[in-house]
């Protein structure tokens, strides 16, 4: 961790700083729910779903190096297993935490399957027959209402039930504590759940044996194997790790929106994940999570320059939606430029870069990171 | 009974033979040469050996037979190899490189000890413990990539051209440290261009042409051979 200037006293005491983040956490929904109104509590929550996939696709792309351009279709993936087991579609209402695991497992296992043909290929090879997969997952959820009405083609499926727990359902708000929680803040809370223990799951596979081998593959597949690593199982257990994030994120997903139709797993959304963890630093999970969050947040809040131009100008001028495409890739470009590495870098890649300006350089930057 | 014994081994890659049927035998502790011009398929040999590419023909290593294993398997049951262009991991340190040479052994302790041994062996790795191994030197990475193979206790070592692009001084101090690797008892297969240095610390040498053997012996008998000299000593 580097300092941040004026919040020494936090890294004295970990103890408070930890207290003051999850009471910061916790206090969110509200702040932001009065302050920008229940329609930026919807973005909070996708910022959450979106975080939970980039930690996933870091899997795949930033650990091990194989370079995944159809991520969207394990997202896919779980968000139908959710509305086929919970929704008027085929008629079966199965609880909530008895839905996710399978819509993992299932995700879980298209990531083997994807996995398994391209076990031999790598970099653009790779990355074509990924994106393949994605579209071909879209395709299928596009077309399989007939002859047997699975997905309800470009229709979607409708009415998936909200999660339920503990006879709490979502949709239904309760009152506690004198305070009103609607549905966007109760989503918020479980997915924030979530996506804390993908942290916690991401950061320990990182510092495991399989993340070891999981570097070790990404750096040389040959040195790798010769080393003792069997390189296919490695490969498919990234592949599937990478899978089971998306599909939890894909079936929340599904009972948040109540609707889940092809379109919203586009090719755009597989490279919108990737975007966030180039964007935020590639192979590390604190990048994952700020990439998420940016590119989830700035576009929302770019829609507020129509209003703007709208008052000072009298008229709009630039389509705020053009302009976020715009902006969105100067935003890349420049990064590309300044910060090659990304937003937060690993300690590894920015010591990778740093390499050119010499040895003693690096050696102080080494030093500076064992004392932090 | 030979550590390695290899029996008619073929490599080839599409139509093109790189390996054309040879037969090899690597005795216990010995530090034997394999040396040829280039393209004579003396990197696809070792690659065959290793299991990563397909071949035909018998393996045997340590009276097990290793025809067909995963590269992963042959690893774990004692054979190292120090790939052509040393493939150390870049983004990795240098510490974290030797970890993972010890990656499929469980005895934590001894891989403490061995850690160690490839410290004293090699004192610039020890300094540099923390740096990036895509930042070292040329030579430093040669010495790496021996360390790391080390690190996995191997019983037979393939070394794949560990002079190839370095200046002379460092290739005399590798070729010094093979040299007490193989004192210290482990079998070396060395793979080499540069017949000269090869065949001056080997006791034995095979020479590979066009994916045979043409000529094998002693090296030093080798080396007062007047076609060895004639090919590949410039004499």
């Not at chain 1, 370079?67 to 297993?81: E, M, N, S």
């Not at chain 1, 990439?291 to 000072?312: F, H, K, N, S, W």
């Not at chain 2, 393996?59 to 995963?70: E, K, M, N, Q």
């Not at chain 2, 193989?182 to 065949?199: D, K």
Request: include cysteine.
């Amino acid at each position: 961790m580097r300092r941040l200037p004026g919040l020494d006293f936090l890294h004295a005491r970990p103890g408070l700083a930890f207290a003051l983040l999850a009471a910061l956490l916790i206090a969110l929904p509200f702040l932001v729910g009065s302050g920008l109104g229940n329609s930026w509590v919807r973005v909070l929550d996708f910022v959450l779903l979106y975080m939970l996939m980039a930690i996933g696709l870091n899997i795949v792309v930033g650990y091990a190096g194989l370079l995944d351009l159809g991520y969207i279709a394990f997202y896919a993936l779980g968000a139908y297993v959710y509305a086929w087991l919970a929704s008027p579609h085929f008629g079966l209402h199965l609880p909530f935490w008895v839905i996710l695991p399978l819509g993992a497992t299932f995700a879980g296992l298209f990531g083997v399957l994807l996995g398994t043909p391209v076990l031999r290929l790598r970099g653009d090879y790779l990355a074509i027959v990924t994106l393949g997969f994605g579209e071909i997952i879209r395709i299928f959820m596009n077309n399989l209402n007939a002859p047997f009405n699975l997905t309800n083609g470009p229709q979607g499926i409708n009415l998936i039930d909200p999660v339920r727990i503990a006879g709490l359902s979502f949709a239904e708000p309760p009152r506690f504590l004198g305070l009103d929680l609607p549905p966007t803040y109760l989503y918020y809370y479980l997915f924030l759940a979530f996506t804390l223990l993908a942290i916690g799951v991401a950061m320990r596979l990182q510092d495991s044996r399989v993340g070891r081998a999981w570097a070790a593959l990404r750096e040389d597949e040959v040195a790798a194997a010769a080393m003792g690593i069997n390189l296919r199982n490695t490969k498919l257990l990234a592949f599937a790790m990478g899978a089971v994030f998306g599909g939890v994120a894909g079936g929340l997903f599904a009972a948040f929106q109540g609707f889940i139709s092809p379109e919203s797993f586009s090719l755009w959304e597989s490279i919108l994940v990737l975007c966030m963890i180039v964007l935020g630093g590639m192979g590390n999970v604190a990048g994952a999570l700020l990439g998420a969050a940016l590119l989830t947040i700035l576009p929302e809040a770019l829609r507020y320059l129509g209003d703007l131009q709208r008052t000072v100008l009298g008229q709009v001028v630039v389509e705020p939606t053009d302009l976020r495409m715009l902006l969105f890739g100067v935003a890349l470009v420049s990064m590309m430029l300044f910060r090659p590495t990304g937003l937060l870098s690993s300690r590894q890649h920015r010591r990778e870069w740093a390499a050119e300006d010499g040895v003693a350089e690096q050696e102080r930057a080494s030093l500076y990171d064992s004392r932090a | 009974m030979s550590l390695l014994a290899v029996r008619g081994l073929r490599v080839a890659y599409g139509g093109i033979q790189a390996v054309r049927g040879i037969d090899l035998d690597i005795a216990q502790g010995e530090l034997v040469c394999l040396i040829g011009p280039n393209g004579a398929g003396k990197s696809s040999t070792l690659r065959g050996l290793m299991g990563l590419v397909g071949h035909e023909g018998q393996v045997h290593f340590d009276g097990a037979c290793l025809t067909g294993r995963a590269t992963h398997e042959i690893a774990t049951r004692g054979i190292a190899l120090v790939p052509e262009g040393r493939g150390i991991f870049g983004r990795l340190t240098v510490a974290e490189n030797l970890a993972m040479g010890a990656y499929s052994r469980r005895d934590h302790a001894a891989i403490r000890v061995d850690m160690a041994h490839v410290h004293a062996l090699f004192p610039r790795l020890e300094e540099r413990r923390d740096q990036l191994a895509g930042t070292l030197s040329g030579g430093e990475q040669q010495m790496l990539a021996i360390a790391r193979a080390l690190m996995g206790r191997p019983r037979l070592l393939l070394l794949d051209e560990p002079s190839m692009g370095l200046a002379p001084l460092m290739v005399r101090r590798i070729y010094e440290t093979v040299t007490t690797v193989a004192r210290e008892g482990v079998t070396i297969l060395l793979v080499e261009q540069n017949a000269h240095l090869a065949l001056r610390i080997s006791q034995r040498a095979y020479v590979m042409e066009s994916g045979s053997i043409s000529l094998s012996g002693n090296s030093p008998e080798l080396a007062m051979d007047t076609r060895i000299r004639a090919a590949y000593l410039g004499e």
